[in-house]
């Protein structure tokens, strides 16, 4: 079946950086989502791509639909406390049903 | 904002008892689906229903039974509830537009310890 693989696995970085992750497919996409979910909650949407090349923002989040179908990139400007949590990427290919990455766990530090 | 709600948001219960998990979304959205996760880890379907009367099993093998008898309810029940089946339980509904412009929206979870 479908995989994705999502990385880094954990980030641990100081108040103010850049964060970058990103999500890979052995198959083609033609949808990437991405959420954030935070410790005994479900996971919220915070990007919808559905275009090869699409470069969408949502506040200081970027995320971009590789233009091989095959990846996808979150980035996160000036990261604040808030920002904390696990972020997850999800695509969907041929099939109706999404696919989950594993996570990318963010610590922020004041 | 998605309009999606679980009940309860904890449950701990003994093994062998019967526990329903409760879903329902006051989006009109024709698909639901039943989400598995351990603790920071990775989300696995484990029922669907694309409308009412239509339930599939997902990816991951799972004791559990759903049914889908209105639009806005998908109750996921354990007949027998064992200490494996501690876990997160997601709810998660979209609209059924069809083809790739289909965005799924998610309750809070309902997380289930199993003594």
């Known amino acids: 079946g479908q995989q994705l693989n999502q990385s880094p696995q954990s980030m641990f970085i100081q108040e103010g950086e850049d964060v970058s992750m990103n999500c890979t497919s052995s198959s083609i996409f033609n949808t990437w989502l991405w959420y954030k979910q935070d410790p005994g909650e479900g996971p919220v949407l915070l990007i919808a791509l559905y275009k090869a090349g699409e470069l969408t923002s949502n506040g200081r989040l970027t995320a971009q639909f590789g233009i091989t179908r095959k990846d996808s990139f979150l980035n996160i400007s000036a990261s604040i406390p808030s920002d904390v949590g696990i972020y997850f990427c999800a695509g969907r290919g041929g099939s109706e049903k999404l696919v989950f990455g594993k996570g990318t766990k963010l610590t922020v530090n004041p | 904002e998605a309009d999606i709600y679980q009940t309860p948001r904890y449950l701990v219960i003994g093994t062998g008892k019967k526990i329903t998990l409760e879903c329902s979304q006051t989006m009109g959205h024709d698909k639901m689906y039943w989400y598995q996760q351990d603790p920071g880890m990775e989300l696995h379907l484990i029922h669907y229903s694309y409308g009412v009367n239509s339930t599939e099993k997902g990816d991951l093998s799972s004791e559990s039974t759903v049914s889908r008898i209105r639009t806005e309810h998908f109750p996921l029940t354990l007949e027998s509830a064992r200490p494996s089946h501690t876990s997160q339980y997601l709810c998660?509904?979209?609209?059924?537009?069809?083809?790739?412009?289909?965005?799924?929206?998610f309750g809070p979870g309902t997380r289930l310890l199993v003594l």
């Open positions: 998660a509904s979209s609209k059924g537009v069809g083809g790739t412009r289909e965005t799924q929206y």
